[in-house]
């Protein structure tokens, strides 16, 4: 049954029902049933003239709270005044006079106030949290028996009754319960969520410009990936709308733009590890990327934040930045992938495939190493499909790149699978193309390939620490480095950029592999004595100074660990 159904049954019951019993909806906890309540059900019978009378049996310890919560919510509540006829609450009426020991016939003036004012005709009185309640289950039922059958009381019971039957297994109690169920509730309705609805009404609830930009497509990823956790528990509402909160109060605080997709990739993540705890999937609190998912992983930032309420901007900047690389680096894969399979791709869509790599060999994104395996697909395409312009210039850009990303792996570019070229002219441009790859890829004995120029120094420094195991296996670093163009960089290095720098030759002269770099000495000494000669300008600051100093005592000790 969908809602639709359910509503309309539910609404048949108050109307016309006549077996003076109950009915009860049940499923298990977490999948809506509170929520279907309030914001369909209510609704509804709203419409159809129908008031309700909702009691929570949450923490309830006997029957007079039940009986209290029903007076003061049907006395205050504001009812249809138009209703003709009422149904009297005896039995709401009895355990009330019964707890306070009042001894009193029903004409008494007083009391019959109090009895007239309950007035429960044409409305449903909703019990909720039936398996929650600490009332023994037995007495509740024989309570709610009276309410049905003597006062003609419209009853709604809305429970996981799979775990109030476990209750009263534990207790011994499960014939009993059954016995007095088939005597009060004349239907039970299994309850099954729709999950798509739900979760697009709490997202509307939440009236929130972050959250109403999730498409229908994303809310049906939602679903997929909370069923790949367990299939038997389906996503946990409450832990949705609690991971609803928490993500719209963690991105209120993020002062940077950020992309929808990281934005998306937290939420789900937040949502896994909200139901892996309200579904007790999970025991252990301690953080791991595998409380969300193997596609939406938890950020530790989120985790923080979540359970420890700390936040840290800076951190979180930083998760992005690495969250868009690790972006940029599979599509790129998937954009290779397509390129590699050309042979069995749809044409447009590698001429679109085309293109998107000639803009990531602009930006100098495409690993070098991929270069050879990259022109060998781009020339066979090109003599099957044209593209003429277009590859060449793609040819063009890797040359240049692989002349900027010194030092080059040159066995990736002589050793790469590839397909087969069966053009005579295709083949010779290939040759020629991979001939000229490898011969720029050489590096200069004497020459680091950087242009000293401060504004490129991140770069240089990214470049250094991506090829460091090319540099190791070359034997060489600071011998390829122009000291007196290195000297004139440093006076132009702020003391976080000196740092950097020195953290660079700390890395590469550790006592470990130092000796490998024997070759290196001369060009060190050089170097530090330059830097000493520094430190008697006056064109640096104090703290400036300072990293100068680190740094001589850095390569005065690097220089002690060369035998």
Known sequence: ?????????????????KTNSAIMLTSEWGTGKTYYFNEILKKFLHKQNVNCVYISLYGLKDLFEVSKNIYFEAKFKRFNKETKAKIIGKTILINLTNKCGLNIEINNSDLKKIYNSIDLSGKLLVFDDLDRTEIDILSLLGYINNLVEQDNVKVLLIANENELISKCEFNKKKDEYLRIKE?????????????????KNIINSFNSNILNKLSNDYINEILNEINKIDQNKPLNLRAFKYSCQKVIDLFKKIRFEYSDVFFEEVFLGIIAFSHRFKSNKCKVIEFSYELGTNKYPLHKFAYDYIRYQQFDEDKIKKDYFA????????????????????PTEKEHVITETINKIYEYLKTNSICTSEYSKLANYLISAKYVLGCNNLIDNCKELMIKNIITNKPIDKEKLIYHSSINLDNKDAISEFKEFKNKLISNSEIND???????????????YNNIYKNKELYIRNRRFALLFDNTKLIDLIKKCSAHQLDLLRGIFISFYSPDIVNIFINDKDSLIDLKKKIENELQSNIYDKIQKLQLSYFVSNLSEIIKNMN
């Open 1 to 17: 049954m969908n809602y639709a159904d359910i509503n309309e049954y539910i609404y048949n019951y108050i109307k016309s029902d």
């Open 183 to 199: 005597k009060t509730i004349s239907d039970t309705i299994n309850f099954y969520p729709q999950y798509d609805l739900a979760l």
């Open 323 to 342: 969250f868009c690389e690790n972006l940029k680096k599979n599509d790129i894969n998937n954009v290779l992938n397509t390129l590699y399979s050309f």
């Open 446 to 460: 004497n020459i680091i390939n950087f242009d000293y120029k401060i504004e490129n120094i991140d770069s240089f």
